[in-house]
Structure formats: C-alpha cells, structure tokens
C-alpha cells in the first residue's frame, strides 16, 4: 500500500519481492505492483500479473496476480471479463475463484449480462470458496439493479441466496458467501454502489485501500467490514447559494420508472388458518350408498322369513314382503330426486355465472395503465450510476444548474432565475448529531493477557517441579 501510485518508482522494490522465495513476499509484490498501477491500464503490469498468475508455484500468489488485474484496469472494466475468460476454466481452484473476484470488483453495479453469464457455471462449481467468491462477485454486480434487470433474473438470483442460506446441507463457506452476497446487494440501503474512482475520473485512495483490506478477509474475517470505505452514495441534492436545496427543482429521467425502481422488499409469509370443508355427497356415492341399503333390507327380510313359524298367516308374510318392497322404493326414489335436485342446482348455478360472468370479467380484466416512459425525480432523490445517461435537467423551472451540461448526480449548484418575483420554498440540510446520548455505552474495563504473556503463560501452564 505504500507503493500506491508511485508506478515505475515502485519497480524495483516489486522485482525484489518478485525474486524472493518467501510466498508471502511474492504475495505482496502482486498487490503493491496493482496498486502501483492501479488505473493506468499499463500493459507492463498487465503481462506482469498474467505472467505470475500461471506460473507461480504458490496458490495464494497466483489469486493476488488475478485480482490485482483489476486495479490496474478498473478505468476499462470491460477488458477484465475478457483477460480472465480463460482463467474460469482453470484447474487450480484459486484461480477460479480470484477470476470471479475480479470480474466482480471490475463490473461493480453494472449488471452486464456478459459478465453475469461468465459467473453463472461458478455458481454451482465443485469447490466451496469457488461458489463463495462466485455468489460475492455477482452481487457486486448486481448491485442497485432492480427487479427486472437482466430478464429478472436478479430475483432468482436472490432466491436461490435465500435458499443456500437455509439449506443444511451446503457447506459452511458457501453458506459464508450468500449471506455476505445478501448484504452486498442491499447495502447502504440500495444508495451506495462499489467505486474505486470519482465522477471527474480521479482514482479514490480510501476506495482503493477498502477493496485490498477487504480482500484480506481470505486470511482474518475482521477485514470484511473494510469495504464500507469503498463504498460511494449515489444521490443527487440541488442546492442554493445559501446550502439549501429547493423542494421545487426536479430532474426529469426519459425511463421507465420500473427500470432504476427500488427492489421489493422481502416479506414474511403468514401461514394461513385452515378451514374446515364440509364434505360433498357426490352421485355415484348416494348410490352405492342405497345399493348397500337394498342388500341389507332383503337380508333382514330372509331372516325374518327364515324365523317365522310355519303356522303363522300369509296375510304378515305379505305385508312384511310389501313393506320390504316400500322400502326398497322409497329409498330408490329419494336417491332419484337428490340426483335431480343436484342435477338442477349444477344447472342453475352455470345459468348464475353465465349471467354473472360478463359484468365480474370486464371488474377483474381492468386494462392496466401503460407504464409512463419518462418520470420526474425530486430533490433530493438516488439516482444510479447507469441512470445518468438517462437524466437531463429541466432549463424551463426556477432553479436552473449553474452548469447546465454538467452531471446530473452529487450536488449540483443552483441559480435562482426568479429571486425577486417569489419566496423561496427550501430546506436546510441536517447535519448529524454529536450528543453523547446518541452513543452507545462505555464497556467495563477488563484485564486481558495475550496468549505469549508470562502472566497468560502462568495463570494457563501449571508449573512442573524440577528434580
């Protein structure tokens, strides 16, 4: 980090480390050669780090060699998808997922299809870290997309993080990767993007030293919340000669409002309550159902007739066969008229909704609206680094930009062009707050020896007596 910038001045100290047999010292020479270079897309460096990353014997030296291509090209992104094309398929597992790392760093918050189709295969590689550094590439990638960004396919994206973060059976690294590829995606709320240079094309020190911290995650997990120092607000604020912006400036963006939209947020599903439903009585059961009837009233009637004394009358046999027979028949016809009173009721009810069935169709087909193919942001408002080509400013309002060509996002400074015909209807920016209340309580002190300490040592170690 100490050759940050320093290009040829750095060379010779970074062929000295080049040529050292320490893998530590090769692994250094790798970061301080991109970041001598960071942004200068000089060739040297390029073939340099090309060079190292296919023939260094170190695992470790050659995934620094790959990620440091893009530093050094992080003003061409485009170029790195198309360097590290070949390098995907490699057999070293390292190379593989430094590979993802950098087209991930190189395209940040851009949502190319080209460089997500590259990454799609690393999703599901054999390697745990492979998949981890894929699903952590994409992210950064898809950073600040919407819904439909890419065919939608940022949603399934999502998904299928939501899915490996909950599956038992995924390995504890890949898990590690989709829960930090959540956060990546809606990080500073969905109003930061990942940048290692300003708007006036100056390479960011504080972005460049964030991304090499955070990279080191790989040998001490603390280093993970070092990429908050790489991260830009993408906003823009309008802002008079006294520091406050007006609540009438407005930019108007020639898109769709669903294109740059805020992704929906993620909701719990409730479990609905589950509702008893009475059982219907179909036809062919009401059948089988006096079927069984009918058997069972003619094998009542045989044993009544088997027990009867031979000297009892006919005149009961008769009657006892006519009231069978009455019974048989009065269950016969009422299972004949509950078939007509369904067969009815089913008619009825498609006479119901074919009446029914214009009026409630022409209620639930409402035309949807067309969506609007341009829209008006307010001040101040986000606006995505792929939405500025999109946005102009409006010259017919009061506030008009002092320079009028000018970019439409970070502050832009306003003139009044009406100062004396109206009141001018405007805000002041608030600044945080430094109470003491605000902050969180002081820890106890505590007493606490490293693990090299002679108190650690004697309080940890028994002693051993000495003959």
Request: include cysteine; hydrophobic fraction near 35%; charge should be negative.
């Amino acid at each position: 980090m100490i050759q940050y910038g320093q290009e040829e001045q750095a060379d010779p100290l970074i062929e000295e480390l080049r040529a050292d047999r320490d893998p530590i010292l090769r692994y250094g020479a790798s970061y301080a050669l991109a970041l001598a270079y960071c942004g200068t897309g000089s060739n040297k460096a390029i073939r340099i780090l090309l060079h190292t990353a296919v023939s260094d014997v170190s695992d470790d030296v050659r995934m620094a060699a790959v990620i440091g291509l893009a530093f050094v090209l992080y003003k061409t992104p485009r170029r790195v998808p198309q360097l590290v094309k070949l390098l995907l398929e490699s057999f070293n597992p390292h190379v593989r997922y430094a590979s993802c790392m950098a087209v991930g760093i190189a395209m940040a918050g851009s949502g190319d299809s080209e460089s997500i189709a590259l990454l799609e295969p690393m999703l599901d590689d054999m390697t745990d870290f492979v998949r981890q550094g894929a699903y952590m590439a994409t992210s950064l990638i898809y950073m600040q997309q919407s819904d439909i960004c890419n065919h939608k396919k940022i949603k399934t994206f999502r998904d299928k993080l939501s899915i490996v973060i909950g599956d038992k059976h995924q390995s504890t690294l890949t898990k590690m990767g989709a829960t930090i590829s959540t956060g990546i995606l809606d990080m500073g709320g969905r109003n930061c993007s990942l940048r290692m240079g300003s708007q006036n094309g100056f390479t960011k020190i504080s972005s460049v030293a964030g991304i090499v911290l955070w990279l080191q995650h790989w040998h001490w997990y603390p280093m993970m919340h070092m990429i908050s120092m790489a991260l830009t607000p993408t906003f823009t604020i309008g802002l008079n000669k006294d520091f406050k912006y007006p609540k009438s400036f407005e930019i108007q963006c020639n898109s769709k409002p669903s294109t740059f939209a805020y992704p929906k947020r993620l909701e719990e599903k409730k479990e609905k309550e589950k509702k008893r439903v009475e059982t219907v009585t179909l036809s062919t059961t009401a059948k089988n159902k006096a079927r069984l009837a009918r058997k069972r009233a003619h094998k009542d009637a045989e044993e009544g007739q088997n027990a009867m004394d031979l000297d009892q009358p006919t005149d009961s046999k008769i009657s006892s066969d006519i009231t069978t027979d009455d019974k048989d028949k009065t269950i016969v016809e009422e299972v004949k008229d509950e078939e007509e009173e369904e067969d009815l009721m089913e008619v009825d009810e498609k006479n119901d909704s074919a009446a029914s069935s214009p009026s409630d169709e022409k209620q639930k087909k409402k035309k949807k609206e067309p969506e609007p193919t341009y829209f008006r942001i307010t001040n101040p408002s986000r606006i995505t680094d792929n939405q500025t080509e999109f946005c102009h400013f409006d010259l017919q309002q009061r506030y008009i930009p002092v320079r009028p060509q000018g970019n439409s996002s970070g502050v832009v400074m306003l003139r009044d062009t009406t100062p004396d015909k109206e009141e001018e209807d405007v805000l002041a920016v608030k600044t945080p707050s430094l109470d003491a209340e605000d902050e969180a309580e002081i820890p106890e002190p505590f007493e606490w020896a490293p693990p090299g300490h002679p108190e650690h040592v004697a309080t940890a170690i028994p002693t051993v007596p000495t003959e």
